[in-house]
């Protein structure tokens, strides 16, 4: 891919980016693209202006494509799919409407948030599409999400480009650090908006310690799954047994977690008082024990 940059350089980009966000297979992600375009092709601040520009023009073009296409198209498909189970098309229209309306007026700032989260690119064009946001909120907010989206690697590999090798060797590992970011800018934002709906009556405490404790049983899960996808069947007993009474304290945790949020989902749906001491000491004491896990045990475990 390398090579094909160097001669080709423009062209290999730009189809690159178009391709990939209208859903067709590309080699390499776009991100990877344009930060090798910055290392080798771009050797000057206007030169790396224009190629912004230009790139940025791209992106927006060809997501506006696929989000027309889903809008016209692909609503009359939803629409269709949704008449199988029942026949009234006026009400199929006002369900997708009130779809549109719980993004609170918000159209352009959700399409920009959505389009800078990696993986979810396309389907934040698609989804939009669907619902029928319209079409200037859609560019409203697709736009400086484009910019922003194309300025980050190709400034990198300008700025770095005696490194470049080095990133991309780390691509697979940088862009988990992004989802993982990104997600967790979701679940604080939901947690915000519960919070902010619920105001500050009793559940509310109780909403925030639901979300985070689900959102820390969420990670422990993920961390069990990958100990035991990758741990060796024949492990010495010196690493074994730390590694299994490691499982287990986590696995007692997550259990602890998921009790307390069910306690507090109940207590939610039935109106119930402030949370008492005992209870809020043992849900910050489990959660102590998870960044604990994180922080000190996990990293003796780096290499399950």
Request: glycine share 8%.
């Given at each position: ?24 297979p590309t080699l390499v ?61 006026q009400q199929h229209e ?211």
């Amino acid at each position: 891919m390398q090579g094909l940059i160097e001669h080709y350089g423009l062209l290999v980009v730009v189809l690159i980016i178009y391709c990939g966000e209208i859903g067709l297979p590309t080699l390499v992600p776009g991100e990877i693209a344009l930060l090798l375009y910055g290392s080798q092709v771009v050797h000057s601040v206007p030169a790396l202006i224009g190629a912004l520009a230009l790139f940025a023009f791209v992106d927006i073009l060809a997501t506006s494509t696929i989000h027309i296409l889903s809008r016209t198209g692909g609503n009359r498909l939803l629409l269709r799919l949704m008449c199988r189970f029942h026949s009234n098309h006026q009400q199929h229209e006002e369900t997708i409407a009130r779809w549109r309306a719980r993004l609170g007026g918000r159209d352009s700032l959700v399409v920009f948030v959505t389009r800078l989260i990696p993986m979810a690119r396309l389907y934040a064009s698609i989804t939009t599409g669907l619902i029928r946001i319209r079409l200037r909120d859609f560019a409203m907010g697709a736009a400086p999400a484009a910019v922003v989206w194309a300025s980050i690697p190709l400034t990198l590999g300008y700025i770095l480009r005696d490194q470049v090798g080095m990133v991309t060797s780390q691509y697979d590992v940088l862009i988990k650090g992004v989802i993982a970011f990104s997600v967790i800018s979701v679940v604080v934002a939901v947690a915000m908006w519960l919070i902010r709906r619920a105001g500050w009556q009793p559940e509310t405490l109780r909403r925030f310690r639901l979300i985070l404790g689900l959102a820390a049983v969420y990670g422990i899960g993920a961390r069990l799954l990958l100990v035991v996808l990758f741990t060796q069947p024949q492990m010495p007993s010196a690493v074994a047994v730390p590694t299994l009474a490691w499982v287990g304290v986590l696995s007692g945790v997550a259990l602890g977690l998921v009790w307390i949020a069910a306690h507090d989902l109940r207590a939610i749906r039935m109106g119930g008082h402030r949370i008492g001491t005992l209870s809020g000491l043992a849900w910050a004491s489990l959660m102590l024990t998870v960044l604990a896990s994180v922080t000190v045990m996990a990293p003796q475990h780096a290499a399950l």
